[in-house]
């Protein structure tokens, strides 16, 4: 139990450490984009696999940036997918995220390159047109590409995948491994 805690407690110190500000000032980024989901599969307790084919994704985002090299941030997540066994599959997900984050200062005259590995974690909720509505753990990680000029605009493109290992309703356990995406998208830090 006390090992537990002292590792708890270094992880603690480590995070802020890392968050604390190198220029003395934070920064908060806004970020917007859309692209699609690829096909996978849905588990359905009792019913087995369910494939689905690809679909629309847009995820609006705000992240703060206290240091150069970590942020924070929160999220809104909103996807489509269709399958034979349910029809069209409405999903909606918000959460909190953490991005350690690479800079490349002045790679290509005022232009910044960041690599942002992104660990998302949220309530995600599941709509089908066809059955009942399923709501779980969303654990998505995406690899954030981006450009950013001087003033704080900032052009980006993500890959990355989502999951739910945890989730259902009152009738199956819903569940999938990960299923692909990319989106491109638009940023602004202030």
Same mark, same amino acid.
């Given at each position: 139990?006390?090992?537990?805690?002292?590792?708890?407690?270094?992880?603690?110190?480590?995070?802020?450490?890392?968050?604390? @500000?190198?220029?003395?000032?934070?920064?908060?980024?806004?970020?917007?984009?859309?692209?699609?989901?690829?096909?996978?599969?849905?588990?359905?307790?009792?019913?087995?696999?369910?494939?689905?084919?690809?679909?629309?994704?847009?995820?609006?985002?705000?992240?703060?940036?206290?240091?150069?090299? =970590?942020?924070?941030?929160?999220?809104?997540?909103?996807?489509?997918?269709?399958?034979?066994?349910?029809?069209?599959?409405?999903?909606?997900?918000?959460?909190?995220?953490?991005?350690?984050?690479?800079?490349?200062?002045?790679?290509?005259?005022?232009?910044?390159?960041?690599?942002?590995?992104?660990?998302?974690?949220?309530?995600?909720?599941?709509?089908?047109?066809?059955?009942?509505?399923?709501?779980?753990?969303?654990?998505?990680?995406?690899?954030?590409?981006?450009?950013?000029?001087?003033?704080?605009?900032?052009?980006?493109?993500? @890959?990355?995948?989502?999951?739910? @290992?945890?989730?259902?309703?009152?009738?199956?356990?819903?569940?999938?491994?990960? =299923?692909?995406?990319?989106?491109?998208?638009?940023?602004?830090?202030?």
């Amino acid at each position: 139990m006390r090992r537990r805690m002292r590792a708890w407690r270094l992880c603690c110190v480590l995070v802020l450490a890392l968050g604390l @500000p190198a220029s003395g000032q934070a920064e908060v980024e806004w970020s917007a984009g859309m692209g699609g989901q690829f096909g996978g599969d849905y588990t359905v307790e009792g019913v087995g696999d369910i494939e689905t084919d690809g679909g629309f994704l847009q995820r609006l985002g705000i992240n703060w940036f206290p240091s150069q090299h =970590i942020g924070f941030g929160g999220y809104f997540l909103f996807s489509t997918a269709s399958s034979g066994f349910h029809g069209d599959i409405y999903v909606a997900e918000i959460g909190i995220s953490i991005q350690p984050r690479l800079t490349l200062e002045n790679v290509v005259g005022e232009v910044d390159f960041l690599l942002t590995p992104d660990v998302m974690v949220g309530y995600r909720g599941t709509f089908p047109e066809a059955g009942d509505n399923a709501h779980g753990l969303g654990l998505n990680l995406g690899l954030n590409l981006r450009a950013r000029w001087d003033n704080g605009f900032s052009v980006f493109l993500e @890959p990355g995948f989502l999951t739910q @290992p945890v989730g259902g309703n009152d009738a199956a356990d819903v569940t999938f491994s990960p =299923i692909g995406y990319a989106i491109v998208g638009v940023g602004a830090a202030f």
